[in-house]
């Protein structure tokens, strides 16, 4: 499945998805949160196909949420607004519930900075690979919003402590920082990323798939066996947060390119 903002290819044992919206940097619509769904599902469904590799097109990997979409919905009526917002953040949180639970391993190819929901597209894959100039940050305090999905995610990967400074702080670290972090699991040059991801495709196909399904199990199932509560909670505040005055001022001030102005 393709689509003008999602594009998919398959190379052997390895299928390749493109996040192609690089004059927007790659930031996730609505209709782009199905469609990477959709192209989850016909890459689960392709027998042939035994690694994921998730990228971006252009200078970015994602950029997180489309924040012109956010803003636009907030001039909706009230009732109508957080219908919109709520079912925007369940469809994330759903999206990352089914990156996690997929059989196949996901291998994303970070090749340039990872924000907001971006960031959370990297650590619901299960191995990362990065290129030297990418980004990695949660900025949403920033916008007057919360990471809520991204947060227990973030904690159940690099531990709690780590999860709060970056989380709090809504700094961009360089890529040598979240690879010392354990976000990123190597940094390459930027024309060797994708052959390097899809080397590692190869080598998760060379496994049975039966126990390459169950090590994910393993993990997601068991080890972190709270996430998917914590996941839904998460989505459930990042809803609420939008609503918020802090919110309003915050996607404003972004659009018009402006600092915000906090009361």
Not at 39 to 49: F, N, P, Q, S, Y
Not at 147 to 173: I, K
Not at 251 to 263: G, I, S, T, Y
């Given at each position: 499945?393709?689509?003008?903002?999602?594009?998919?290819?398959?190379?052997?044992?390895?299928?390749?998805?493109?996040?192609?919206?690089?004059?927007?940097?790659?930031?996730?619509?609505?209709?782009?949160?199905?469609?990477?769904?959709?192209?989850?599902?016909?890459?689960?469904?392709?027998?042939?196909?035994?690694?994921?590799?998730?990228?971006?097109?252009?200078?970015?990997?994602?950029?997180?949420?489309?924040?012109?979409?956010?803003?636009?919905?907030?001039?909706?009526?009230?009732?109508?607004?957080?219908?919109?917002?709520?079912?925007?953040?369940?469809?994330?949180?759903?999206?990352?519930?089914?990156?996690?639970?997929?059989?196949?391993?996901?291998?994303?190819?970070?090749?340039?900075?990872?924000?907001?929901?971006?960031?959370?597209?990297?650590?619901?894959?299960?191995?990362?690979?990065?290129?030297?100039?990418?980004?990695?940050?949660?900025?949403?305090?920033?916008?007057?919003?919360?990471?809520?999905?991204?947060?227990?995610?973030?904690?159940?990967?690099?531990?709690?402590?780590?999860?709060?400074?970056?989380?709090?702080?809504?700094?961009?670290?360089?890529?040598?920082?979240?690879?010392?972090?354990?976000?990123?699991?190597?940094?390459?040059?930027?024309?060797?990323?994708?052959?390097?991801?899809?080397?590692?495709?190869?080598?998760?196909?060379?496994?049975?798939?039966?126990?390459?399904?169950?090590?994910?199990?393993?993990?997601?199932?068991?080890?972190?066996?709270?996430?998917a509560t914590q996941l839904s909670v998460g989505a459930a505040?990042?809803?609420?947060?939008r609503t918020t005055e802090a919110a309003q001022e915050g996607?404003?001030?972004?659009?018009?390119?402006?600092?915000?102005?906090?009361?």
């Open positions: 499945m393709s689509s003008h903002a999602i594009d998919v290819k398959v190379n052997g044992a390895v299928g390749t998805i493109v996040i192609n919206r690089p004059q927007r940097r790659n930031a996730l619509t609505r209709s782009m949160l199905a469609q990477l769904g959709e192209a989850l599902g016909d890459l689960h469904l392709e027998k042939r196909v035994r690694a994921i590799v998730l990228t971006g097109a252009g200078s970015a990997f994602c950029a997180g949420m489309d924040v012109h979409e956010m803003h636009a919905a907030a001039k909706l009526p009230e009732t109508e607004k957080n219908q919109e917002w709520g079912d925007t953040a369940e469809a994330y949180c759903e999206l990352v519930v089914q990156m996690m639970q997929l059989p196949k391993p996901i291998i994303a190819s970070v090749n340039g900075p990872a924000i907001a929901g971006g960031a959370g597209l990297v650590l619901a894959s299960d191995i990362v690979i990065a290129s030297e100039n990418a980004q990695f940050g949660m900025p949403e305090p920033r916008r007057g919003l919360i990471a809520g999905v991204v947060a227990p995610l973030l904690a159940f990967r690099v531990g709690g402590g780590t999860a709060a400074r970056l989380l709090v702080s809504s700094s961009l670290y360089s890529a040598d920082e979240a690879h010392r972090l354990g976000i990123y699991h190597e940094l390459i040059d930027e024309p060797r990323l994708w052959a390097r991801c899809a080397q590692l495709g190869e080598e998760c196909a060379a496994g049975a798939p039966e126990s390459v399904q169950l090590t994910k199990r393993l993990l997601y199932e068991t080890i972190g066996e709270q996430l505040m990042s809803a609420t947060a996607l404003a001030a972004f659009v018009e390119k402006r600092k915000p102005e906090w009361k």
